[in-house]
């Protein structure tokens, strides 16, 4: 924590002590941010030429996507799915949730950089003025609140990322895939057939993804949000199956079915970023009114 009372998910200062000793920081991306920056990257809107993506990755976003893929095992998810799905670490409304996560202050440039609280708000109110119903613009305001795992220790790489199926089958549609060759799970035979611990058709939800905001979040706002909602926070960062069609054999008819509105949010999640910041004292009322409405006074987390 830093004299502002702000924590960083990275590591600020260390990261050339880290490689002097030829030891890699956990936090490797100076900003959680430029994984999104990142998927930008890779899922440019239109008028984009042909670019060799591999080739112009940023180092410290590569060095994450090898940790990610490192250290995604099945076990670590389920180990963290039992620690965090015991909604033990706090009660906080979803107000104050939005504040604890604004605390989070990464290392990139804090004057050009939307806080937290802004980014979700663009994301929100980008799907207003679409006009959608309202659970889904509660849902642009909270869809990355799971990032607070940060505030509670974890390590960026077991926050953000492009999530995928762990137990079975690495997809080659997955970034920088050939660095899943270094996770434990690799040598497990049983974890390398198409369907590796799973029945083909028996649905993510029976499916152990790797760990994150999405899993997380999603089970802080279960019971309280539509199932359109849940499959938007629970999978808006499992770009293999959305975005690249991977893992269609372990889908289930619900999945099937609630895809195109993953992908619908996906417009707004990765698209939504503009130069103008939300007054978010402004529209603290109007949120705070929707919020009210899905959600009772505090919820835990
Ligand atoms: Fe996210
Ligand atoms: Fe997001």
């Known amino acids: 924590m830093d004299k502002n009372g702000t924590r960083s998910c990275a590591l600020p200062g260390y990261s050339w002590i880290m490689e002097a000793l030829g030891q890699t920081a956990a936090a490797p991306l100076e900003s959680l941010d430029h994984w999104e920056d990142d998927l930008l990257e890779r899922y440019p809107t239109q ?42 670490k706090r009660e906080m409304s979803v107000w104050e949730a939005m504040e604890f996560l604004n605390t989070l202050v990464d290392d990139s440039d804090p004057d050009t950089d939307a806080t937290q609280i802004e980014h979700l708000m663009q994301t929100s109110e980008a799907i207003r003025a679409d006009g959608h119903p309202r659970w889904f613009i509660l849902t642009g305001l909270m869809h990355d609140l799971g990032k607070v795992l940060c505030l509670f220790g974890e390590p960026q790489w077991a926050v953000v990322g492009d999530t995928f199926p762990v137990g079975c089958r690495y997809s080659d549609k997955i970034v920088f895939s050939e660095f899943f060759a270094e996770n434990p799970g690799f040598q497990v035979a049983q974890f390398q057939t198409e369907n590796g611990i799973y029945e083909p058709g ?44 991977a893992y269609s054999h372990l889908a289930n008819d619900q999945d099937r079915a609630m895809m195109p509105w993953v992908i619908e949010f996906n417009k707004y999640d990765l698209y939504s970023k503009v130069d103008e910041r939300p007054n978010v004292e402004r529209l603290r009322p109007y949120y705070e009114e929707l919020i009210a409405e899905f959600f009772p006074a505090k919820i835990r987390w």
């Open 47 to 88: 008028d984009h030429k042909f670019r060799d993506y591999k080739a112009e990755v940023r180092p410290s976003v590569k060095e994450f996507y090898r940790l990610n893929h490192v250290n995604q095992t099945l076990a670590f998810v389920k180990a963290k799915k039992a620690e965090y799905g015991a909604l033990g």
């Open 202 to 245: 028996c649905g993510f939800d029976k499916v152990h993804l790797s760990y994150g905001h999405d899993e997380y979040l999603f089970g802080v706002v279960k019971d309280y949000l539509p199932i359109e909602a849940l499959y938007m926070i629970r999978y808006h960062s499992f770009y293999p199956w959305h975005r690249e069609g």
